[in-house]
């Protein structure tokens, strides 16, 4: 199994509410059902225990970011992709702030965690990357489809710069990375101290400068934003990443951002109408960003962390390709998580290779570099550019880089469309695969304009008063309508009590 990178911890908390007493909101709905379990135990066993907490707004009257300051709290954050904010108080001021008609949910700012991580020793014949020709990429560069024309966001521990990730062969000088920016206080640096996010970058569009085209990404010639949203140990929040999400909202039109790619899950099990990752990553999609995320690496029935649990964005678990060519002795990785969200979903969508992958080394001074010194990868004259690592990151980023080589190909599709096409297209690989195995040269070769997500409900977190979705973050234009069951939804009350909760909780 791979050993997974940490962030900082949570404490495992029993969801034992039975009994509990707490006043009722004046909306008539009762306080728990606008608060998470985890939140309101705290609040019954420690309320003086200080919680950093994500507040969804239920208006824009500034009475909620009011009610934080009397209790004692302080807004740390203004979330307004999700028209909510985070903050610092103590649990029983969360549940305080909870009664108030002017606020929708509360929840805790939980941390997040890489899907991937260095793995054991492996075989140094076998150190060559095999997946690109496993899932076609390499017949699609023959025909001139390199991603050129197509720029992915990479969210995650930034990205550092590498002449791997610059414009070849003519430019060498010029970096394929359009902008860079970091959304953690803890850094005040956007490049990648860390290690994981480069590896990313690399196994997206990598051009194999450095190691003479022995290991080159999906998509050699796209474009690349570096978000970076965890700080220079890899440690980030939820508050974190959704301000990195807001900035691709409002940058995507300039940088042309039509893929985002997400190697990150929480460590916060919770169904996806009360996720704020997820409704953050909705309102990409719908503004036609294709979404890629990992599918985590907790094995079965373990895809219960955001945004592995979204119905609408591509969740992708990983296969281990034995590290041959042939693929007919390739499995399921051990790691890779499958199975049905709390909301009855199944994931993930489909599968990639993503064990023992090779790609870009951040810097021999990098967190990962150091402590995973027998991962690092040289041969190709002075310092060590590459690293091996394994996780359902590595898959995620195989098929964002997949998903640019089909845009390029035919960029009128929308996100809707693209997935439609991918899980149409993928080879049956039995179970915990979803559709099957990523293979995008079927997928560039196929035609159908079919739509994935007909019918499923938008977050309920993005709904404001008698509409579905917050007005001012979605470009109306952009969205398929046949994808979400707008008519079905019943816009004035939200069941809570029909959430399957579950009654344990695993920490990272």
Known sequence: MSKLIKSIPLLV?????????????????????????????????????????????????????????????????????????????TAGAALELAASPAVRWVSIDAPVKEAGGPDGTVDTNKLANTYISAIGADRLWDEGYQGSSVTVAVVDSGVASNDDLRELPNNKSLL?????????????????????????????GGNGYLSKRTYIGVAPKVKLVNVKVSDDKGAASTSDLIAGLQWVNDNRERYNIRVLNLSLNSTLTETYHTSSIDAALEILWFNGIVVVVSAGNNGTNNVLYPPANDPFVIVVGAVNDQGTII???????????????????????????????????????SRLAKEYK????????????????????????????????????????NPDQVKYRLMATARPFG????????????????????AANTGRQASQLLWTGSDPVNWGSVNWGSVNWGSVNWGSVNWGSVNWGSVNWGSDYWGP
Do not use: W
């Open 327 to 365: 693929t007919g002795d390739d499995s399921l990785a051990s790691f890779s998580a499958f199975g049905t969200t709390l909301d009855g979903f199944a994931k993930p969508d489909l599968v990639a290779p993503g064990n023992n992958i090779v790609s870009l080394l951040a810097s021999p001074n």
């Open 176 to 204: 394929r990375i359009l902008s860079s920016t970091m959304t953690n206080t803890a850094t005040n640096n956007s490049s990648d101290q860390y290690g994981h996010g480069t590896h990313i970058a690399g196994i997206i």
């Open 13 to 89: 908390i029993a969801l034992l509410l039975v009994g509990m007493a707490v006043p009722a909101a004046s909306t008539g709905q009762p306080v728990l059902a606008k608060l998470h379990p985890m939140l309101a135990h705290m609040a019954a066993e420690s309320p003086g225990q200080p919680v950093s907490v994500i507040v969804q707004k239920a208006d824009d009257s500034g009475k909620a970011e009011q009610l934080t300051a009397i209790l004692g709290g302080a807004v740390t954050k203004d979330l307004r992709m999700i028209n909510a904010f985070a903050a610092q108080m």
């Open 374 to 413: 027998d991962n690092r990868v040289g041969g190709f004259g002075g310092p060590d550019h590459y690293f091996r690592m394994s996780g359902t990151s590595m898959a995620s980023a195989v098929t964002s880089g997949a998903v640019a080589l089909l845009l390029q190909d035919e960029p009128g599709l």
């Open 431 to 450: 179970p915990g695969s979803g559709a099957g195995y990523l293979d995008v040269y079927a997928a560039v070769q196929g035609t159908t304009t079919q």
